[in-house]
């Protein structure tokens, strides 16, 4: 069975491989609402394991904190779904699965689940690179429109095109 077209996603791939196989970085993800979708359009490319290491699903907060090191003070302080522990989910990506460059999600997906200041469609993102100097991280928050599949589909279109910002 032939999977449905994923335009966007599609044309960001083969720009992310090329700039990671040109550089020599390898990808790791932690994911908490894209439910590892991330990695699977990453996996989805012939040849990702080349510059694609794996990552975790980690939807609930222990997992979070055990598998990435996601301190538990700051996600009972900020909540999963915020700068701080997104910050985090980065460098403990970086930290414990190796790689070059992490990608960490952490949203509120709906149709439940918002509140006013995380309304349904609010998505946190960072992005951590290590290099001589250690770990930067890069955050971003969007609030996208539309159901569950919509929000979802949205935040790993722009989880891919963070990581070939500059």
């Known amino acids: 069975m032939e999977r449905p077209a994923e335009p966007l996603i599609d044309a960001l791939l083969p720009r992310l491989a090329g ?13 908490s609402c894209t439910g590892g ?16 290491l794996g990552g975790a699903v980690v939807y609930d907060n222990a997992l979070k ?19 701080a522990v997104v910050r985090e989910m980065a460098a403990g990506a970086l930290q414990r ?3 070059d460059i992490a990608i960490a999600v952490s949203g509120v997906a ?3 689940g918002g509140t006013p200041d995380k309304p349904v469609g609010t998505v946190w993102f960072a992005w951590g690179w290590r290099d001589a ?20 589909r949205q935040a790993v279109e722009r989880a891919l095109r963070g990581v070939l910002e500059p």
Do not use: H, M, Y
Request: proline share 5%; charged share 20%; aromatic share 6%.
């Open 110 to 112: 709906g149709p439940d």
């Open 97 to 99: 699965f190796g790689g």
């Open 37 to 52: 979708w991330i990695a699977k359009v990453c996996t989805d490319l012939p040849g990702s394991s080349r510059w694609f």
């Open 65 to 83: 904190a055990g598998l990435l090191g996601v301190n538990p003070q700051t996600l009972a302080e900020a909540g999963a779904v915020s700068e």
């Open 19 to 31: 700039s990671l196989l040109a550089t020599g970085r390898r990808l790791v993800t932690a994911e």
């Open 133 to 152: 100097q250690g770990t930067l991280v890069r955050t971003a928050l969007e609030r996208f429109p539309g159901d569950r599949d919509a929000v979802r």
